[in-house]
């Protein structure tokens, strides 16, 4: 097993092993009640969910991958995932390219839930994998969205939120998995849409809808730089902790003060303003630096040409840019700076939708 070093400080040094394990193990059941009953209903259930948008964690020190949380802002958007789970008397069908995780969770939804039936399950992502929007998480509330409609709905959104950023995996090499990061912000803006701010513990502290008639420009500046497994968990836990040390109390400062009024006045250019300056402090500061200084250069062209929004999403090195100008505008600015936009979309501001086809 791999033993990263992680370290906050001078006096702050703490070893963890990460731990790889098979689909179906390390489940955490959370103290959830067991349903004293079920009802499993016929036919097909289809959820449908945004993906999103990470614009920050809040303080890096409060989470790691035995611990959810750490807090984090982040917005749904119009690029979506859909899982369709179908009950069967007993066995597990898998259609997706990464059955690991999808097995995993199943297991813990079958533990926590007392169900002792089989599924049939098709996921259908984004096709935008480890460039930060989402694409796991996004998989994860559909599919659990849909286990849970699919034996009669005995959780609430809270609780299938909590069972996934406790159990949260990602593959590892041979079918396995192992335990990642999550502060809960991706599961909670693809159940509620629009943007939404997360505390400690994976608690949903706010939500609100955002840049309404809005576009939404993602570009995926080239970078050499993996956003996925080892690198990943060295930048994360060491100069990220390190920032948040100094930082953190300032970003939830802006947040509370700042950000939370300008969502609630829709005043887009006062958001694009908290969230530029969030880019240069604490862990975001790490996560952009991570691509090398020209994602900052980059960003900052794109400032410079007048957008109004641009943010770095999750470890990246996708960068969101909301704006009220003209496409045309747009893709001449763009074609001016050499950038080439990867998606195209706006703010889903609606959250998950779930379809349930009876025949």
């Given at each position: ?75 749904a ?15 597990l ?23 002792k ?73 693809s ?24 576009t ?49 006045k ?20 790490a ?8 994602i ?64």
């Open positions: 097993m791999a033993i990263m070093k992680i370290r906050g400080g001078d006096l702050d040094l703490v070893e963890y092993e990460f731990n790889v394990f098979p689909p179906g193990e390390e489940i955490r059941t959370l103290g959830i009640p067991r349903p004293k009953s079920l009802a499993p209903v016929k036919g097909t259930i289809k959820v449908t969910s945004p993906a999103r948008i990470h614009l920050t964690v809040l303080d890096m020190n409060r989470f790691s991958p035995a611990r959810p949380g750490g807090g984090g802002v982040g917005f958007i119009q690029l979506y995932c859909s899982v369709e789970v179908k009950c069967l008397k007993k066995g069908e898998i259609d997706y390219n990464r059955p690991a995780i999808i097995r995993h969770f199943v297991e813990v939804f079958k533990k926590i839930s007392g169900y039936g089989g599924f049939s399950i098709k996921a259908l992502d984004h096709q935008h994998q480890h460039v930060g929007l989402g694409s796991t998480s996004t998989i994860m509330i559909s599919l659990a969205t849909a286990l849970n409609y699919a034996v009669g709905s005995p959780f609430t959104s809270d609780q299938l939120r909590k069972m996934i950023g406790y159990n949260y995996v990602e593959e590892t090499v041979e079918g396995n998995v192992a335990f990642g990061f999550e502060t809960g912000v991706g599961p909670a803006v159940i509620h849409g629009g943007m939404a701010v997360m505390g400690d513990e994976l608690s949903l502290v706010y939500h609100h809808p955002f840049a309404e008639g809005k939404v420009y993602v570009i995926i500046p080239p970078t050499e730089i993996s956003s996925a497994g080892t690198q990943e968990f060295d930048l994360l836990m060491n100069k990220a902790r390190v920032l948040d040390y100094r930082d953190r109390e300032i970003k939830a400062y802006m947040i509370m003060m700042d950000l939370i009024p300008a969502l609630e829709a005043d887009l250019v006062k958001i694009g303003n908290v969230i530029w300056e969030i880019e240069f402090r604490g862990s975001k500061r996560e952009v630096e991570h691509h090398s200084y020209s900052y250069r980059h960003m900052s062209r794109l400032r410079e040409a007048g957008f109004e929004f641009v943010g770095m999403s999750s470890v990246g090195p996708s960068v969101a840019i909301i704006t009220e100008k003209k496409k045309a505008e747009v893709e001449k600015i763009m074609k001016d700076l050499g950038f080439t936009i990867a998606v195209v979309t706006a703010v889903d501001n609606k959250g998950l939708v779930l379809k349930h086809n009876k025949k």
